[in-house]
């Protein structure tokens, strides 16, 4: 697997990645990675390769756009240092354009978003081993639906900024979209967004077939 | 307005009609009516035409199927005898073919829902002064979604029912679509079904515009 | 309807406008507005009207005499600079002097009332495409309850400040007073105040009527 | 004071009477009797004649008509057989009519009180040593407000049955109308029939007053 | 009754006086109050002589001593500038000698006590319409007992305070005491402190009593 | 230590022998032996001498009377079948009577609890390998006190019924007196009743004491 | 893999097959499969391969021996007519002797759990199309331990009975040794039974690889 | 017993020493022990001989390695001048070695632990009466499980720093690993650290035997 042993693998994001980790970080292990697919990966990586000693950091916070991680980079990314880094962020950037179209001062343009993307990723590349970035997505198989045309764009912007930046790719939206030709969206996500656990693990297995994992 | 003066309306149904009503039903007059559609009618016509004496009782339960109706008809219509009916049923009926696509037993064909329903209408229409059938809906602009697709033709049962036995249709799936020109579903329900106040207040209006009532 | 297409309507007030708000606003669109006359004139809006695009926000807090809401007025008004203001206030003012005779230091006289009030609204009138004064309301009948009577006054001062401040006058207690020819008050408010749904859809008809919205 | 020493006092009638009490009885003595006027009139008997040993149970239930007295009357008054006996019941009855006035089922009729109660009151007389009748009440000094003047015809039948059975009358109306020359109806309970602690205080007196009590 | 009309009462303590009352002051009337004696003087008053308009601040806090009440002597006094103060401190001054006699940092000894207490009088007496000095108590019967005992001396120091400052002295130890002539300790207060209702009335009747109030 | 190797000890009363035990019994070991004086003897024989086995039950059940034992005795006494037996009863038969005084169908006297229990003790001696009388107890230093001299009473009996039936006493009683020449009751329990860990650990050494266990 | 496309998986046992599953049933699809080992598989399952249609029921219940499972195999295993069915029982049966060694009642012997599970087998085996026997696990090293040692005999009567009945054997003691090797006991389960989800990850994967599942 | 009366012992430590010990200190004497050793070896105290008047204060906090004490010495120690200290500290500093081996920084190595626990106790040795040292403990019987073996070695660090510094050692590990030749870890706790009450029975009287206590 891409991710070397010994490293710290820190994963920010929204509510997605967060999934209900508690905070403040308290005593015992594991609580603090939430239950989403981050939970899995670190469950999957444990219970396959303990001795790679991976560890993960879980820094999603529910409701974030990119505007709320640049706010808070300094002291949930880069003061922490962690050798590895994923990113998983765009879906509440596009979401308050459809469900709160009336509260513009929510909402995040593409343009502003690839901007603000690209700045967190040029500065913090070079002090990373490894970089993930992982795309929104939205469970909807209908790409004429103007709220998955607009995800799909803020999406194109994390593809093209993995390329640009030497970072692995996930494309979650390219995971889903494969399941999506055999179960309705409903069978993942009533709201199309907060995935259930099958969700989840289709996230999971998303990330480490990238990072070349084997199970 | 077509509802009679001193008439009983009795309004049955799913998650939709219930709508968080209280039950069993207590001293206070109101809670025993829920938060939704049902609740916004009976406000609306309290506000305007209160002299009309227009009793409501709501009896929505959340989850129910039309398999569900059947099986509490006797107790919850017949034996109340209200001089109006409505009836919404159908959205569980659908939805668990696609959120629990394994759960077989959950399901309800378009046969078996067609069949339950008639036999429902044709043997309490003739004592009822009025009745009222409201199509099932998914608040789904893509008509080649597959539930969207499937709930049509359940709605399209409801709207043949109406024409065969003299009842008032209310067309929600042709309200809401009206609507979802002007807006995206996700500012009506996240989940496409359970509507936020706009939602509801959508079905009022459309409820009480088939019945010629006049604001 | 006179509200400018594109506009932001704040509505400000005490527990009637309130309602329930949540607070500090959260991610969720709606629970923002409370369970009153302020989401069912969202509610109207969505439904009949949504590519108005016209703007709610609630900012009622319960308890409030207009002496709370001058010192918060800055804050909560002037910084959020709404192109519409609507403003219900007085009945706490009142009430005090008579659930609360001996507590002398929560009344608010009809003096200070007017003169706060008048205050407000000149400061403020200059900056706004549209102006709502609504009065004060007791669900009473008896114009001799000394309440009645109180609430009345500081109502004519509200019906006074709308005409010499080219404001839209909404007169609640006028169509309170409509409905207690066909209803008693308890009908509509066990405490003459706080209305149930039906109540608040008789001040959000007001509202909309007085704008000329229609239905 | 009339109660004799030594004797069980049993109070039955609807929320003013209940007011909290808890239920099943507990091994504490006290939480029995409910926040009320019941719990006063104990506390003061307790504080001035401990030694006359007069027990006080507390058998009203909230919401209750005299139509609910008559179901349990067997087993919360007969089966107890206490030697003294005090009822204040109606204000249910006539208060469903204008808070809930299409839900007639819940109305109980001036006949129809008069009837039940005078049937209760004929047939446990003869084993009291006494009986106290309690006028209902509504805290509304408008003489012509509907609701205030049912409630005079009902405390009537009390008033008449008193007399005719040899009972102590307790008219609670006129105690409370007494006050309302002081002060406002929101003084004592906002709703005008759920009195505060004063209000239920202003019961107490009267009760103990009718009683030749002296503190 | 000696009390003027329209005076403010304040009436500062410990838990006895403090008795549940609602933090911070609310909306509503009554609920700062609490449940115990305070209410009570509270509701006596305004059922029988409303028009005296007496208005009562409850300013107890529970498990103070003397000492804690020094400390916001200037806050919860002085700047609230009563006509009448009433005084009923000293029971956990004692108490904690006694259930925790190896924590002396909690134990405040009778030279403390009177000390401070007397300061406090001393400097507030002549801002005072009246001053009302109440004992503390133990209700044991035993005066051998060694808290009995302690507690009389306390008490002393209250009635030799109350001489000196002209201040109406309320006995509620030998109100108690009266009172257990005929019942047990258990049947007023399981913890000989803590007072079941019947134990407040004692204390609200006492201190009427004492400003010659008449029911 | 007299219990016998590998037997069961049975531990029935009132609430200070339940002191809040899990019911139903569940899976985990512990919890079923509540927070006072029987789970202290059930740590005391675990941390000293586990290789004994003997096995604890508890019985108690708050406010039970021994009325309440002889009701549940075939359940939960004979139907166990018990090696030994404690029974610690008696207190609430007394209280009742000065706590409840009016509450007369509450007491026990003397004379019944007498009956009762010699009744209880006599059917079920020859069953058991050995039995333990606990007196009852009240935390009162003053021998005159009508409480404490009933219960001295109704200890009474328990000693006797020990001599008479070969039974180990404990002399909850005893101990406590003992300590009391050192503490004031309130040191050990503010009701004078329910002891806090010092009183039950008095409680289970005079108990572990009275059957030879050496620490 | 071995499960054949459109099957029911019921999957029985304790705790750790329970794990927090809602019950009743609710609407939701999934919260009825709790958070462990079971959920993992259902999604690991519907995340590869959704087009098998392979249903999974949970049936564990916290706490259940093998005596517990025989008791409502009718009701939980047979009337449910699975196709394939997976056991894994036996933890609670070699534990109790451990941490309760005194409630021998709670113990299940060697003999009697190889018996009653066989019994089970043999009489089920026939009506299934594939079986799953999963052993029961001790997350300890150290084979000298009592407990492992026990728990290894019972893993033993496991393994036996799948050779003779043709079952799938998942030997999830040996999947943990295995792991045991890299990481600690408590990394895995602080009580070294309740496994946390890389614990449970560690049983899903060794189920799936007995099963041939390929990820 | 060694620790001198009219003496104040403050107990210092980690959840075992914790153990739900009320926060901050409230009015009630107990609450502020927690249910632990610290409680038991109060009640004992309190049992036998109260006249000896030895104060304990608890000044556990969960999760605490021997970093945390340092980090609060000055105020949780120095500041409250004990007559007598008592140290148990260490287990959270090997244990998240082994539940949490990748978050180093977490971590308390053997030299450092050694470090700054002789720090401590050189420092305030001087300022003491009286000194315990208590050993941290594994409930764990093969010494060659990793974590024992660390645990012993910190052990060792206590046992050398008693021996130097005229301190009292308790050897916890070897009062468990005595009760451990009759029992399983189990029946003490099943996470071999946060013991039942019998486990801190053990815990307290190894503390008391090592002071000459006697029962």
Not at 56 to 82: F, H, K
Request: proline content about 4%.
């Amino acid at each position: 697997m891409k991710i070397h042993p010994n490293s710290t693998l820190l994963m920010i994001g929204d509510s997605i990645t967060d999934c209900g980790r508690a905070r403040p970080v308290a005593e015992a292990v594991g609580s603090d990675l939430g239950n989403g697919y981050v939970s899995l990966i670190h469950a999957l990586l444990g219970a396959t390769c303990p001795e790679r000693h991976i560890r993960i950091r879980n820094m999603g916070i529910s409701g974030n756009t990119v505007r709320d991680l640049a706010a808070r980079w300094q002291s949930d990314v880069l003061e922490l240092a962690p050798d590895w880094l994923s990113i998983m962020i765009g879906i509440n950037d596009v979401w308050r354009q459809f469900d709160a179209p009336l509260q513009t001062e929510w909402h995040v343009s593409l343009d502003e978003y690839a901007s603000i993307l690209e700045q967190l990723v040029r500065t913090t590349r070079p002090q990373l081993k490894g970089l993930v970035l992982m795309t929104p997505y939205f469970i909807e198989t209908n790409q004429a639906d103007p709220m998955r045309a607009a995800m799909d764009l803020y999406g194109d912007v994390v593809r093209q900024l993995a390329g640009r930046y030497r970072a692995v790719l996930v494309d979650t939206q390219a995971a889903f979209d494969d399941l999506l030709t055999a179960v309705h969206p409903m069978a993942l996500a009533s709201d199309r967004v907060h995935a259930n656990l099958t969700g989840h693990m289709v996230i999971a297995r998303a990330f480490l077939k990238a990072l070349n994992y084997t199970w």
